[in-house]
């Protein structure tokens, strides 16, 4: 993505006050994140802002976000706008009377009367100036939504960001970056440009954490995924240093990827409760960040130390086949060796690389390894 397609955006949001942000029908929820830090971020610069979505009943569920600006149904009414030219004649009072049928409004001139050719009556509209969409190809993705409102997104000025190829841009600004997986990273990498204070606002963090998540690990339902955040290191700040680390922008994604798959595993070692952080890869996190296997090794010093203190190691699993999984353990405060011995691992540069052969999917896979590491390390 390059400095012009930012400054694209910024100045795009820079001129806009009243802002709509529609959410796709299908796959919504993938980009409600995304949208929701968005727009407390564009609501911290004192601009209107609105993201009309279906999934309005979430209250409960998504507490630690600000969902104020979230409805299923357009706000305000439609405003008619009616012009007369008073340039040539001024205006000395002005009545109406209405009817079941008839609105009529009297306007007199000390000097003339007015004639038709001096009034304008304006198409009605929403108080809109720019709709935003993110990650959507096209109007009709939106469903009922557009249905419903058609003339806001066919007359209104838009923006939009994707990072998947629009065959047909519906919008005269369209940002597209396929080197991002998702909306959330590109809404991320706007914010550190432009706003990187805005990046320690909780609400903010936990939006992008929501959408990269959800956007990464499809089985998951809302609800689960509202859990999983929840498991996540509450230091936001850490979490901003670990993506915002001066080590190369593929680099970073990768970690941000790390992080969105994280869960944490309690067991016992030594008679006392441990836990220790688990995470997943897949082919697409290594070729949207234009990073390979090997770059673990590179980050996971950077990596680690943004973790909690409490967490004794890492273990990172890869779906290298359907056959195969590739694992990464990294226990620095641990004696590896049975580690080493009982999963016939290789020490590259203070990481344990291994294999585990098995058909299930890599979900399942991750409890047998987990678990089976536990078993070790309590041998």
Not at 85 to 113: A, G, N
Not at 233 to 261: E, V
Not at 277 to 302: G, Q
């Amino acid at each position: 993505m390059t400095e012009q397609n930012f400054e694209l955006i910024h100045n795009t949001l820079k001129q806009a006050n009243s802002i709509l942000i529609p959410i796709p029908e299908v796959d919504g929820t993938e980009i409600l994140g995304s949208a929701l830090a968005l727009a407390s971020l564009l609501k911290s610069e004192g601009k209107n802002v609105e993201i009309l979505s279906s999934y309005v009943n979430l209250q409960k569920i998504l507490t630690m976000l600000d969902l104020s600006c979230v409805t299923s149904v357009i706000q305000g009414s439609i405003e008619s706008i009616i012009s007369i030219d008073t340039t040539q004649y001024p205006i000395d009072s002005i009545k109406y009377d209405q009817t079941e049928s008839q609105l009529r409004i009297y306007l007199s001139s000390p000097s003339h009367h007015f004639s038709p050719d001096m009034v304008m009556i304006q198409p009605a509209k929403y108080n809109y100036d720019l709709v935003i969409t993110l990650d959507t190809k096209n109007w009709t993705q939106l469903g009922n939504t557009f249905l419903s409102y058609p003339h806001i997104f066919l007359d209104t000025p838009s923006l939009a960001i994707s990072s998947i190829p629009i065959p047909h841009p519906y919008s005269e600004r369209t940002v597209i970056a396929d080197n991002y997986t998702n909306s959330a990273e590109i809404i991320f990498e706007y914010i550190r440009k432009y706003s990187k204070h805005s990046l320690n606002e909780k609400s903010i963090v936990n939006a992008l954490l929501l959408s990269l998540i959800l956007s990464n690990s499809k089985v998951l339902s809302l609800e689960r995924t509202m859990l999983k955040l929840r498991e996540l290191p509450n230091d936001y700040n850490t979490i901003i240093q670990a993506l915002d680390n001066n080590i190369t922008d593929n680099h970073r994604l990768l970690i941000g990827r790390i992080l969105a798959h994280l869960e944490f595993i309690d067991f016992e070692y030594k008679g006392q409760a441990n836990r220790y952080a688990c995470s997943k890869l897949f082919p697409h996190d290594f070729s949207k960040t234009n990073t390979t296997e090997k770059d673990i090794v590179i980050i996971y010093r950077e990596l680690f130390k943004y973790l909690p203190k409490n967490i004794l190691g890492l273990n990172i699993i890869l779906e290298s086949s359907k056959s195969s999984k590739v694992g990464y353990l990294i226990f620095p405060k641990l004696d590896m060796t049975s580690l080493f011995t009982k999963l016939e691992g290789e020490y590259i540069e203070g990481v344990l690389l291994y294999n585990y052969v098995s058909e299930l999917d890599i979900h399942k896979v991750g409890i047998e390894i987990n678990n089976k590491i536990i078993s070790i390390l309590n041998y």
